[in-house]
């Protein structure tokens, strides 16, 4: 336990991950030191934020209040800032507005070294981590006391913060006992929460009695008053502002908001989405300079007046408020929920899913803003499973702000050879690398494949293919390929599918490539069973949604294929069809993506009928169903089900963003089954992701969870897998190594034995 | 359910523990001498509610009123007044403009928090009204207290770190 990781293997080590190289090596690193605390600790809080969130009777009316004020403070800010100047100094602080990082910390060390400070003390601030404030104080002789118990941590450890609101995160007790003992060589017992923290305690209120300055964040700052936010549970903050004769605070330009009214709605957020309270222990608020606290000098005597400086730092964020994509990420509250609700964040935490400071699915954005673009590379760790999208409280589409880092890195990527294939394969701008076209083209591979199948099978069976394909395309070999489809869904339904005579309801299914080239049985079960309830089914062409080139950044290519998708489903709408549709992801494209990607105002129209007529193949059927008065358990009765009615459900994760997956649950449960669901954000798979070479470590730890799951419902006898998306099925037969079933092939199979 | 008991609900999932007292200065010491542990006991003077409520509390055995940072160091019991209660939360605000109140209800490691009943509001968000608590919560630099100061960095969650390991409440 206490034996040292070798040096490749440590936090600063893997710090920089700039290239693709250092990454791999921080995602070995945390899956080797890091994952079983980061896990237990990040699920603990995912846990608490559901239940601290259905809790709050307003919660989406604070999430639509909290996004409107930040909205309009970002686009406000240079008024803001003025605002704000004159405020504090009308206090009688002082205000000082730094355009970098190193224009920041040297302010703050010439305020230190002025007013003679030898000790200072300070609260968690990761804008301070931004800036590396503690290494210049140090550089001038000053002494840093991190009084955050997971930053005092940190400090002895020397390692980055590993997440935004708890930056020890990847550390378990027994690792903080052991690296204590090392670092302190005392005989106290240190083998307890409770002895770990009265250490530190102990430690640190000598430091709090001595220091000279507190340094501290500020979660949010009213521009009317000056007052600032700041959230904690532990006191050390309290202290840090109360105690030293000065405090100097320290925040990005981007935490300023008009009106100490306008406070109301971020704290209960900020809790809930954060540590899952109803508030922590600490909210103060506060509006510096404290004339209080006089008692405490030294020695006795009164403190002369006290003296604050609040440090707004620029450093790119004026430059990412003009950026048409990333000015969303400016909007962030810092709560972690982003970190907290991503399976991948979960499974190796932020020294692998992070920058230098930045963590997690909105890090990329912060890390790029604030440092570079190729220091925001470990993106390529955000699936664009979408977890974090319904989970964020002022609403930032983090996975599209990662497709987008990514289309600005491929630009930086490509190889000669990519660009030719580029020209072939991607619309105008978007130049990338091979792997990324072969995943972002599924549409074209899948064509290719399955007209040439079952010739294109058989090459894919040979190892020297798939040793080829890894080699140049980074496709995994451990990874199963299902074969290309022949004949495709769209060839089996016009070989004598029936028609329906005096339909109940009509509707379009949706070909999707997934669907089409990957598995028509299921498209097929669909058909059938939307048929065998008088509904009557026509079959589109096949046509691609843009989610395989989104998910690799290939925005343009994307939007094309979204104008082309939306179009063709047009005609069918008007006709008074509703789309149904297969894959999850593809229906996620519908109803969120293509808000974003078809952008001229008629767009913007397509887009809204598209979703407003696009439905889950399960939720249609269960609509369909209450809306006509069947009976499931007459029409589909679990008890004739070949295997049994014993299942285990695991729904997909952008299904469960867009609120499509209960219905799934509740047909099944109507029809008679014994339903056991699984509770992860997602499998692991998303997508293209698990089957990349680089990850496909990653993955199938990440998929850990979910077969555990399926075990643990298995307890008392066998189960029927069920699941609802294409690369859950994949990852789902890789890690158990059974036949997994799409929910309407159930239902196939219980019509075809009556 | 009224905002008293929604308020003693809260707080006591909050892991703080309400009492319900009359508002005299003899029933509060009373209450005070029945919970508190053995140890100096630092009387912050109260801002919301009438000074002389705390007279019987400044009398009590080990109170003391000189504050030196080694006193309120090794200060045991400390007792404020709130000028808020939220019923969602289970937090009390108390005030840290006034001279001691803020060193007192942090510092001390059993902090007992005096509540007058009618000031308990339904949200953290009524802090921030110009119509509620005669608009108090906008002037003033206060502290949300909910529950004791409290981590998880060590692992297991552990209650009393910088601040007090005990959180009483004295509704009168």
Redesign the interface.
Known sequence: MASPAPASESPRAVANKSSKRSLLAAIRMALRIESPAVRH?TQTFNRNRYAATAALPDYNELKDRARAIKESSIANLPDLITTLEASVKRNGGHFYLAPDAQDATRYIADVCTRAGVRLVVKGKSMTSEEVGLNHVLQGRGIEVAE????EF?LQVADEQPSHII?P?IHY???R?TALFKSRFKTDLPLD???E??RF??EH??QK??AADAGISGANLIAADSGSIVLVE????I??TT??PPLHIAIAGVEKIIPS??????F??LLAASGTG???????????PP???????????APVPQREFHLVLVDNGRMKMRQDPVLHEALYCIRCSACLNSCANFQTVGGHAFGGETYSGGIGGSWEAGTRALEAARFNELCTGCSRCVSQCPVRIDIPFLNSTLRQRLNQRDAGKISQLFSTALADDGDIAPLQKLFFGRYDAVGKWGSLLAPLSNWINAIPLTRFAMEKFVGLDRRRELSPFAKPTLVEAARNGVGRVSDPKAKVILFADIFTNYGSPARGLATLKVLQSLGIDVAVSETSADGRAALSQGLIATAAEQARRTAELLRRYIVEGRDVVVIEPSVLAMFRLDYHRLLTTSDGQLLFELLRNHSFDAVEYLWMFIQGTGLEPAKLFPASRHPLGKRLFYHSHCQQKTIGSAPATEALLLAAGFEVATSRVECCGMAGSFGYKKEYYDLSMAVGQDLFKQVAESEADGPRVLVASGTSCHEQLQAGLKRQVFYPTELLDNILQTG | MSLVDAFEQSATAAAATVERVARTSEDIAAAVARIAPQGPVAVADPLYLPATLFDACRRLPHAFTVRTRKAMDDCVVGITDAFAGIARTGSICVCIDHQDSGTVSLLSRFHIAVLPVENIVERPSDLFRPDRLKGDGLRRNFVFITGPSATADMGPLVRGVHGPHRLHILVV
């Open positions: 600790n009084t955050d118990l997971a941590i708890a020890a378990s007790r027994e903080i307890t929460g409770e770990l923290t530190a305690r640190l209120r709090f009695l549970s532990e006191g050390n309290r202290l109360l105690l100490r009214t306008d406070f109301g709605p704290l209960e309270q109803k508030l922590s222990s600490y909210t103060s608020i506060i509006t404290l004339h209080a606290a006089s008692v405490l000098t030294k020695d006795g």
